[in-house]
T-cell receptor, first 113, second 115 residues
Framework: EPEVTQTPSHQVTQMGQEVILRCVPI?????FYWYRQILGQKVEFLVS????????KSEIFDDQFSVERPDGSNFTLKIRSTKLEDSAMYFC???????????FGPGTRLTVT | AQSVAQPEDQVNVAEGNPLTVKCTYS??????LFWYVQYPNRGLQFLLK??????LVKGSYGFEAEFNKSQTSFHLKKPSALVSDSALYFC?????????????FGKGTRLSVIA
């Protein structure tokens, strides 16, 4: 069964450093998302991406964040200058659209020290 | 604005007993409703969804959920709980009339099934 994959599974970085989180969505899916889950809290939406552009973003997704689909396969989330409060589990999701469910990757745990 | 409420942080049930995990929602237009399960150190796994049609929907691992429009609820149920059902359960909603809007999640309910 096809699945969403994410790398790395765990990333430790120092405050102020740039990080890139990578995702490979399911191949025939058209809509891509990033969510995050701070430890012990609910899953929060960051950004959605369709047709090579951002379709919606939340208040969390400020100028420090960017997304890209560089090669038609990978879908990346970049944080330019990490802060302590960026420490969270980041989930990538994809869907074919319409009434269909979103499929989530296993997540990347980002720890900012 | 869309929102989801899961009123219970924790639900404890004995193995073999029926379980219910509660969810209520608020959304503009027709709702698309989902349940996901999260095992420790794992991603979110899709369990079931309500889009339209029969109010009782069946999903993976013997789970089912009942859509109640008048009460704006979508409670997750299982007739006979297993120890392996112990996990964190999330209810999520998005408006069905608004394209592929993102999911809005509840805060999650931790289910503990005791042998």
């Amino acid at each position: 069964e096809p699945e969403v994959t994410q790398t790395p599974s765990h990333q430790v970085t120092q405050m102020g450093q740039e990080v890139i989180l990578r995702c490979v969505p399911i191949s025939n899916h058209l809509y891509f998302y990033w969510y995050r889950q701070i430890l012990g809290q609910k899953v929060e939406f960051l950004v959605s991406f369709y047709n090579n552009e951002i379709s919606e973003k939340s208040e969390i997704f400020d100028d420090q964040f960017s997304v890209e689909r560089p090669d038609g396969s990978n879908f990346t989330l970049k944080i330019r200058s990490t802060k302590l409060e960026d420490s969270a589990m980041y989930f990538c999701a994809s869907t074919t659209g319409g009434p269909y469910e979103q499929y989530f990757g296993p997540g990347t745990r980002l720890t900012v020290t | 604005a869309q929102s989801v409420a899961q009123p219970e942080d924790q639900v404890n049930v004995a193995e073999g007993n029926p379980l219910t995990v509660k969810c209520t929602y608020s959304v503009s237009g027709n709702p698309y409703l989902f349940w996901y399960v999260q095992y420790p150190n794992r991603g979110l796994q899709f369990l079931l969804k309500y889009i339209t049609g029969d109010n009782l929907v069946k999903g993976s691992y013997g789970f089912e959920a009942e859509f109640n429009k008048s009460q704006t609820s979508f409670h997750l149920k299982k007739p006979s709980a297993l120890v392996s059902d112990s996990a964190l359960y999330f209810c999520a909603v998005r408006g069905g009339n608004s394209g592929n809007t993102p999911l809005v999640f509840g805060k999650g309910t931790r289910l503990s099934v005791i042998a």
